[in-house]
């Protein structure tokens, strides 16, 4: 008879347990609504649990004892609420060796462990061995202290594994042949960042038959690995794992653009030493159907009728029924170079996830030339997707008007958009930005401030202008450079008070603003913000920055004055950062903390 025994599960409790378990990732609580009295309890029980059951564990019997299980007031909990207490623990650093021993239950199907990755150790992979056989989500990244063999032996005993988490670990090619020989069901794997795995490591995941894995997470693996054979691995993991969605491989693009060219031949000296099938025989299996199972019955009559026509034309026209009719059914593409963007469109129809980097090895920030070549090529690239597109990441060398056609392109459906290294060049295309991305709900832009100073406009002639908004922004995020020995930024583009004030005055849903380094003073557009009744255009009847819970000013030109009205106004604010703002002074700080200890709410204030 089994120690534990669990009732069968019913959809309104798997539900309730993706719910709580949508909880426990959320960074933040929602102070604002009130808690159930389960939450409660488990917010009592991580408080007290340490004073009693743990601290006796941890005298008595934790280091003097190896218990297979442990029968006591917790082995009564189901799963979910299990796993919702590790969470609370875990979030609130209260999670301890001794808490972590009386938690691992047979029950426990979901184990996250990546803020207490220094309790992860090789005698705690054998506990979680032991007891949680059953476990379908095991995150340990970050865990230095496990060495590959104890990484193996773990993963050769949870074979009902579906999503997997080893970012930054000690993880080798060993570790990817147990996973790919023992966790046949495993559908989401991150192995980013591991330095001792290199991408030839990952060639077992398809040659041992994942063919379930829908997500492959490998960026910053290996060190000094040969370029080409990591271009001929990701080439292979593309072909042979038919489930893929989402894809995260340092060579993907130039991947794409292999297959795209059917540029097989150059890999057969990989593929022989690798003792793994060739690239042409896997791109054959795809065009005889490898993975219609996948297709859509819609699809499938398409197919049948391509590969029709093309038998009626001839040899030639079967040459080019291959070359269109295969297709890769990724979702979600990172790490991909401006040049192979077109072979990822040819190959990647379907998606709505992009992280792309424009940097390219001739290109230069002041060249004319290479910045109309950046354009075009990004302009057309992103023209496949030009209404599905959802997400996208860009790495861009350039002025941020070069930007604005290939986001009026695909900016209409856009909802997150992230821009690395771009250069400010006046308000005008910040403002062209916004208009072209109107149903954005994150924007995170860091850039460049001006190398010359901009016009700054009068409050009069502010209230006026028709600027856009973003009425469904959540997440904010303008970060300016500032050289480390720079103490403060210089004010170059007062202008930008005008885009500052619609973003803020026209998203009254932000919970995030981050305004570092900000290249203006911030108290005016504060003002305008508070103040003035008048709003941009196609924005909400609804008072601003009501819900933000998160402001980060640093190193910004702001007074006493403002921050005082930022803590009044903004009920739900729970960390503002200050640190490196000039103008405020100790004193300053000590007031906002008074203010702060009458609040309702806790509000944690940095400033150094």
């Not at 009425?471 to 050289?483: E, Q």
Request: glycine share 6%; charged share 20%; proline share 5%.
């Amino acid at each position: 008879m089994p120690l534990f025994r669990q009732l069968e599960a019913r959809p309104e409790r798997e539900k309730q347990k993706r719910n709580r378990r949508r909880e426990c990732r959320t960074d933040e609580e929602d102070e604002d609504e009130p808690s159930s009295l389960t939450r409660l309890c488990l917010l009592s029980l991580a408080e007290n649990m340490k004073h009693v059951w743990v601290q006796d564990y941890a005298q008595n019997y934790m280091d003097q004892y190896f218990f297979r299980y442990i029968m006591g007031p917790f082995s009564s909990l189901p799963g979910d609420l299990l796993e919702e207490l590790l969470c609370v623990l875990s979030r609130r650093t209260l999670l301890s060796r001794a808490a972590l021993h009386l938690l691992l239950l047979p029950q426990l199907h979901s184990l996250s462990l990546p803020h207490s990755c220094n309790l992860v150790t090789a005698n705690l992979c054998s506990l979680i061995s032991a007891r949680c056989q059953s476990l379908r989500s095991l995150n340990l990244s970050g865990a230095l202290n496990v060495s590959a063999p104890a990484l193996c032996s773990l993963l050769g005993s949870l074979s009902c594994l579906r999503y997997l988490y080893l970012a930054g670990t000690l993880c080798n090619r060993s570790v990817m042949a147990t996973v790919a020989q023992q966790c046949p069901a495993l559908k989401h794997l991150d192995v980013s960042r591991c330095v001792h795995l290199h991408p030839v490591a990952l060639l077992p995941l398809a040659h041992g038959g994942l063919k379930c894995l829908t997500s492959l997470l490998a960026l910053d693996i290996g060190l000094e690995e040969n370029e080409d054979d990591g271009t001929a691995t990701a080439a292979f993991l593309l072909l042979g794992l038919p489930s893929l969605r989402q894809v995260a491989l340092d060579n993907a693009g130039q991947a794409c653009t292999m297959i795209c060219k059917q540029e097989f031949r150059l890999t057969e000296g990989f593929t022989s030493k690798e003792r793994v099938a060739s690239l042409q025989e896997l791109w054959t299996r795809r065009i005889r159907g490898g993975e219609e199972d996948s297709f859509s019955l819609e699809e499938k009559l398409d197919k049948m009728l391509h590969l029709g026509k093309s038998r009626g034309d001839g040899v030639r026209a079967d040459k080019g029924s291959q070359e269109t009719t295969v297709k890769l059914g990724i979702r979600e593409i990172q790490s991909v170079s401006l040049d192979s963007l077109y072979a990822v469109g040819q190959l990647c129809p379907d998606l709505h996830s992009v992280s792309l980097n424009c940097h390219g090895e001739d290109d230069s920030g002041d060249d004319e030339g290479s910045g109309f070549r950046r354009t075009t090529l990004l302009t057309k690239g992103l023209a496949a997707w030009s209404s599905q597109v959802r997400c996208l990441s860009l790495q861009f060398p350039g002025p941020l008007s070069e930007l604005v056609t290939p986001l009026q392109v695909t900016g209409s459906s856009l909802i997150s958009l992230t821009l690395e290294g771009v250069q400010a060049d006046g308000h005008l295309p910040f403002l062209d930005l916004i208009s072209a991305c109107p149903k954005l709900t994150s924007l995170t832009v860091h850039i460049d401030p001006p190398r010359s100073n901009q016009e700054e406009e009068d409050d009069e002639d502010l209230e006026d202008w028709n600027l856009p908004c973003l009425p469904d922004l959540r997440s904010l995020t303008l970060n300016f450079f500032l050289d480390e020995r720079q103490l403060k930024p210089v004010l170059c583009w007062r202008s930008l008070r005008g885009p500052l004030w619609a973003l803020l005055r026209g998203a009254p849903q932000l919970q995030k603003l981050s305004l570092m380094a900000t290249p203006c003073r911030l108290d005016p557009v504060f003002r305008l913000v508070l103040d003035h009744h008048s709003k941009p255009l196609n924005a909400l009847d609804q008072p601003p920055l009501r819900c933000l819970r998160h402001v980060n000013l640093k190193r910004s030109d702001v007074t006493m004055e403002t921050t005082a009205r930022l803590v009044n106004t903004c009920h739900r604010l729970s960390t503002l950062d200050l640190s490196g703002c000039w103008s405020m002074t100790l004193s300053n700080i000590t007031k906002l903390q008074g203010k702060a200890s009458r609040r309702h709410h806790k509000l944690q204030i940095i400033w150094t």
